[in-house]
Structure formats: C-alpha cells, structure tokens
Nanobody, 126 residues
Framework: QVQLVESGGGLVQAGGSLRLSCVASGLTFSSYTMGWFRQAPGKEREFVAAIRWSSSSLAYADSVKGRFTISRANAQNTVYLQMNSLKPEDTAVYYC???????????????????WGQGTQVTVSS
C-alpha cells in the first residue's frame, strides 16, 4: 500500500520560512517524479514545484520561483520543500504527489501523479 505523509506545515508570519517534508512508502521512490501542489479555500489545486527521479529536472510555479526550493533524498524516500520569504497568498493546504511521468511529458500537471498525501496546512499571517 502506497502512503505519502506530509509534515512541517504550520503558522508563520510573512517573510518567514517553513520546510515541508513528504515521506513515501510502498513504492520504489527513486523511480517516481515527486511534486508539491497546494489548494487554498475556494480555489483549485495548483502546481508549486516538482522534481524528477534523478533530480535532473526541476520545475517551479512562477509565483514561487526564487523563494521555494524542492529537493529529494532517495535513500530516505523523502522529498522536501523549503519555503522562504513566505507571503499571505502562500496560505493553503500543501500536498505531495508521486507519479511515473515520461520524460516527454511535463511534470507540472496534477494528472500525471498517481498517489497523493493527505496534505499539511500552511498559514502565513500578514
């Protein structure tokens, strides 16, 4: 049974930092592209960042470029999202997803991810 468990969310003031973690089990982690998505109240889930299995390819949403960094530790079955210079508009539930995505396909679409975690709440106060 595949499980993705996110942690690290919380309440932070604008300008602060948080580091999210997602630990995967039940799959061959090193074969999967890992992504972070977020969903704010009343809005659709949106792409945040993703990293291919070999860390050879990264992608970021324009809204987080220069502030967020995605990384992975295949030996620990873990993907991270370091979030700096947080803004109130970053407030959302953050989800990690896992998928086997062809090199020919983009890693920014939610449809490419087969498994999802339960989410972790990030709240940024102004």
């Amino acid at each position: 049974q595949v499980q993705l468990v996110e942690s690290g969310g919380g309440l932070v003031q604008a300008g602060g930092s948080l580091r999210l973690s997602c630990v995967a089990s039940g799959l061959t982690f090193s074969s999967y592209t890992m992504g972070w998505f977020r969903q704010a109240p009343g809005k659709e889930r949106e792409f945040v960042a993703a990293i291919r299995w070999s860390s050879s390819s990264l992608a970021y949403a324009d809204s987080v470029k220069g502030r967020f960094t995605i990384s992975r530790a295949n030996a620990q079955n873990t993907v991270y999202l370091q979030m700096n210079s947080l803004k109130p508009e970053d407030t959302a539930v953050y989800y990690c997803g896992a998928g086997i995505i062809s090199i020919l396909n983009p890693i920014t679409g939610a449809g490419g991810y087969h498994y999802w975690g339960q989410g972790t709440q990030v709240t940024v106060s102004s």
